[in-house]
T-cell receptor
Framework: GQQLNQSPQSMFIQEGEDVSMNCTSS?????WLWYKQDPGEGPVLLIA?????ELTSNGRLTAQFGITRKDSFLNISASIPSDVGIYFC???????????FGKGTLLTVNP | SAVISQKPSRDICQRGTSLTIQCQVD?????MFWYRQQPGQSLTLIAT?????????ESGFVIDKFPISRPNLTFSTLTVSNMSPEDSSIYLC???????????FGDGTRLSIL
């Protein structure tokens, strides 16, 4: 089945720093999704990407759909303490609607 | 986006018992899904809840262990049967509203089995 490799597994940064994380897949994806999960809550959609090469921003977050359609990255600029959480990439795993998730990137921001 | 409510939000259960988790959406949705998130892990799809018919289970998940109902377009239940400590996880409901919108998730049910 589809596999997503997400890195890094965890990051410890200082407030104000920029962050970058990425995901690669073993096969072509038609959609890339980035979610954030805060403690005690479900994942919340941050950015959805639908087209190879697409670059989309949501506030301080920017994500890109790789040209090869096998990778995507998420950047967070000028991090703040509330950016703390687990970030997941996800994409359709073999069908139009079933999602495969990466293992997540745990982000810690030191004030 | 749709508002998704899951009940209970958490529970502590005894080994061998069963628990039914409810997922209620404030609007009709095309697709409803159930995921498991084991401690410190990512999300794994258990099954797709089909309205008016049997759920479609993913490899490694069976109906006897995780019976699912979806009587209408706004409600679904997941039962975790004959629980063991290995079933301690977060169970999450997600929905697709249609029109190409990505899945949105409820806040999950945190289940601990003693």
């Amino acid at each position: 089945g589809q596999q997503l490799n997400q890195s890094p597994q965890s990051m410890f940064i200082q407030e104000g720093e920029d962050v970058s994380m990425n995901c690669t897949s073993s096969s072509i994806f038609n959609t890339w999704l980035w979610y954030k999960q805060d403690p005690g809550e479900g994942p919340v959609l941050l950015i959805a990407l639908y087209k190879a090469g697409e670059l989309t921003s949501n506030g301080r977050l920017t994500a890109q759909f790789g040209i090869t359609r096998k990778d995507s990255f998420l950047n967070i600029s000028a991090s703040i303490p509330s950016d703390v959480g687990i970030y997941f990439c996800a994409g359709p795993g073999g069908s139009n609607y079933k999602l495969t998730f990466g293992k997540g990137t745990l982000l810690t921001v030191n004030p | 986006s749709a508002v998704i409510s899951q009940k209970p939000s958490r529970d502590i259960c005894q080994r061998g018992t069963s628990l039914t988790i409810q997922c209620q959406v404030d609007s009709q949705v095309t697709m409803m899904f159930w995921y498991r998130q084991q401690p410190g892990q990512s999300l794994t799809l258990i099954a797709t809840a089909n309205q008016g018919s049997e759920a479609t289970y993913e490899s490694g998940f069976v109906i006897d262990k995780f019976p699912i109902s979806r009587p209408n377009l706004t409600f679904s239940t997941l039962t975790v049967s004959n629980m063991s400590p290995e079933d301690s996880s977060i169970y999450l409901c997600s929905v697709e509203t249609g029109g190409g919108e990505p899945q949105h998730f409820g806040d999950g049910t945190r289940l601990s089995i003693l």
